[in-house]
């Protein structure tokens, strides 16, 4: 059983700055690409931010200059700081990651964690 479970998200002023983590357990033989998505009220999901197992990384661009990735592979954990915050990124922040198990590889994902951008 593998599990993803995010932390650090919350509510800030715009302008302000959080950092979302996100670690991986149970019976990993190998993470692959792991990422940001986000779901805004009445949105679709979309992506915010990508990382490869060799470190190359993709953004949206509404958050490019603004967010970075970044992952630590000993700790099996992804990382997205985000700073210069916007109340439109208000958003449930999921992460994602492609696992290779001891059984099969897999696209999983976390229950999510909530960050507001407001006065």
């Known amino acids: 059983q593998v599990q993803l479970v995010e932390s650090g998200g919350g509510l800030v002023q715009p302008g302000g700055s959080l950092r979302l983590s996100c670690a991986a357990s149970?019976?990993?033989?190998?993470?692959?690409?792991m990422g940001w998505y986000r779901q805004a009220p009445g949105k679709d999901r979309e992506l915010v931010a990508a990382?490869?197992?060799?470190?190359?990384?993709n953004y949206a661009d509404s958050v490019k200059g603004r967010f970075t990735i970044s992952r630590d592979n000993a700790k099996n954990t992804v990382y997205l700081q985000m700073n210069s915050l916007k109340p439109q990124d208000t958003a449930v922040y999921y992460c994602?990651?492609?696992?290779?198990?001891?059984?099969?590889?897999?696209?999983?994902w976390g229950p999510g964690t909530q960050v507001t951008v407001s006065y």
């Open positions: 990382i490869t197992s060799g470190g190359s990384t």
């Open positions: 149970g019976s990993i033989v190998r993470i692959h690409t």
């Open positions: 994602t990651a492609t696992i290779s198990a001891i059984s099969r590889t897999s696209d999983y």
